[in-house]
């Protein structure tokens, strides 16, 4: 047992070095084939494999939608274990990676990883993502619209096939139906608003996920449309002058917000709990069916609604990707097609589930299928899918992104 | 032989991972804040992030309010702890029964709630929302749940200051109390037969034997004070944060160019722990804190 103890440290430095200098041959010429070869021989190489699934795990009923929906039927039907892991935040999946790829690490831990946005780009830019492989996906072929903008597109960085649509949401602003009847519907309506209701409404600090997507709101709103931002950051001219109606707006209401905007909300959750409190009136969600399920909890009132802009609001899909350096590819490929069919959309879509908007196009399902997914019960504080799908934006690419987060402290927190 | 080394063999994987875990990472952000990052083909070593940093306005508010916070969190940990321990060692010498160890133990226990879910229930309670505010207003003190003043998310920083006082004190006294149980009983006696009274007794005993070891639990308040996250994230400002906020904000909310920044406001950090932890280090061994007094 002592020695045990004395060895493990110099095993773990042994091994440690041993791993970052394998080259992964064999590796490769499995990865090819799986790329190339039938569908079932991808299905017979998966089974028996055990597929780590790095993803955000703050949630609880997204956690539960993976272990009690997913993993046992990917047990069942391939002998695949599927084992979840929660990160606090995407973003530290791409910074491991990231150190992975500096240590030459190359039979990594993580077989799938949840990402969108920001975090593929930088995957992306950096080679940790492994290949072309969702042309490879049965259920890709059948029910995605590959040429859709919001498949073949994250927030404007092309896919490329290295990441599968897996779900996509939407942003609503929240709102309790007994005191704010008739909530604004722009940005001038909340302007508005919020001068008549002093202390009322704040959103989060950025960098919040939740926070950042509302003042791309704004953005949208004041400048002229969304049109204009196509070009990489880089590249459209005179970038700082077209950002500063958004500041303008940003510095005119915050007098008027929670706090008299001297401090804003660290992240949403805290601004949840102003709203579930009483201390604000509005919140606001990337989820469309979140406050629904806030409402099943009881942390919100009963009356709680959600609703849009007039002109629109946000809308993404988040993808599931298999790093450069996975282990496990084949298991990877066959748990993410099967994340892919429209039986695990289905059910991910119902609130007692997870309430998340499906990645697939809608005309390819059968009309059984169809008919399954419209009978879904999102709950009142929902609004109806076509609603939904009548009012969307596209997102903003992550060059932009990072460049308005970074003005929001400097124009806005600091003034 | 074996023997000899035993001992050193025995302590090696706790040694190897404390050199692997914690110099590695210090180390890796050491050369990444000098803008040295392979992964994303930067291989340069310089001090541009640095000079950055020390000229930005954001960094010396932020370095204001860190030692604003932590002095005053360490002093009022201090005063708290130091009346706790006091208290309880006084009535540890009036008792004859288990009841001074009932109130030890109730005093001791904020050290077993971890510093995130003390931060929570400062917030839940002290909110304009929270607990404390809406009894108030029930119970008609105040008449609106706004008219109760903003004690969290304040930009002075007094919901992190109460937070680490509450959290902290026991700590204070946790450390004066092995010392202030030295003192004998008898000690008591002979200072009574010489006409102190309770007041001389601590001012002129009780005071100097725990002053060493108090100034230390002080210090050790201020540097994790200092340096700690997550109690001013939860109950800080958006501007200006306490260091390790800043360092997070500018690590979270740039591109990987922007990450040099970041580490260095944390190496800097570090280097000012690592400081006062050497001056703790110096007065601790001039004073024989431990054993009371030299």
Partial sequence: MKIAALLAPAVLVFTLGACAGETGNGNAQDADTLLTGEWPSVES???????????????????????????????????????????????????????????????????????????????????????????????????????APEIAEDFGEPVEGLEAPWGQAQFVFVHDESKVASPPTSMAELAGWVRENPGQFTYPAMPDFTGSAFIRHVLYETTGGHEQYGLPADEIEDLEGRLEPMWEYLNDIEPYLWREGETYPESLAKLDQLYASGEVALTMSYDPALAASEVLKGRFPDTTRTFLLAGGTLANTHFLAIPFNSSEKAGAMVAINEML?????????????WGDLSALDPEKLSPAQQQAMNAVDLGAATLSLEELENHRLPELSADYIKIIEKGWVENVAKE | MWRKSKPYLLLLPAIATIVLLFFGGLFDGLLKSLGYFPAIGETRLELTAYAEVVQSDGFWESLELTLRVAVLSSILAGIL????????????????????????RLFQLPLTIPHLVGGYVVVLLFMQSGLLSKLLASLGVIDELTDFPVLVNDPFGW????????????????????????????????????????????????????????????FIVFVFTFSAFEVPFLLGVTYPGMLPVYSYQLYTSGTFADRPEALAVNIILAALTIALGLVIYYFSKRWQVWKGWA
């Avoid at chain 1, 992975?100 to 990883?113: A, N, Q, R, W």
């Avoid at chain 2, 680490?164 to 092995?178: G, T």
């Avoid at chain 2, 000690?187 to 007794?201: H, I, L, M, T, Y």
């Fill in chain 2, 81 to 104: 702890g130091g009346i706790l321990g006091v208290s309880l060692f006084l009535l540890n010498e009036a008792s004859k029964t288990g009841q001074a160890r009932v109130w030890h």
């Fill in chain 2, 159 to 218: 919901g992190i200051i109460l937070t680490y006082a509450w959290k902290e004190a026991p700590f204070v006294s946790l450390l004066i109390y092995p010392v202030l149980s030295r003192i004998q009983r008898s000690w008591r006696d002979v200072s009574r037969v010489f006409g102190a009274e309770k007041w001389n007794f601590i001012r002129e005993i009780v005071l100097p034997v725990m002053l060493p070891s108090w100034t230390i639990a002080v």
């Fill in chain 1, 341 to 353: 069919s429209p039986e695990a959309q289905i059910a991910k879509l119902s609130p007692a589930n």
């Fill in chain 1, 45 to 147: 190489a998966a089974a028996g494999q055990e597929v780590n699934m790095y993803m955000w795990g703050g949630s609880d009923s997204i956690n539960r939608y993976l272990d009690d929906w997913v993993a046992p039927r990917m047990k069942e039907n391939y002998d695949i274990d599927l084992n979840r892991v929660p990160m606090n935040d995407a973003q530290d999946i791409i910074n491991q990676l990231l150190d992975e790829k500096s240590v030459g690490k190359t039979d990594g831990s993580m077989d799938i990883i949840w990402i969108n946005g920001e975090n593929f780009k930088a995957a992306k830019d950096n080679g940790l993502l492994w290949a072309d492989f969702t042309g490879q996906l049965p259920n890709y072929n059948e029910y995605v619209d590959s040429d």
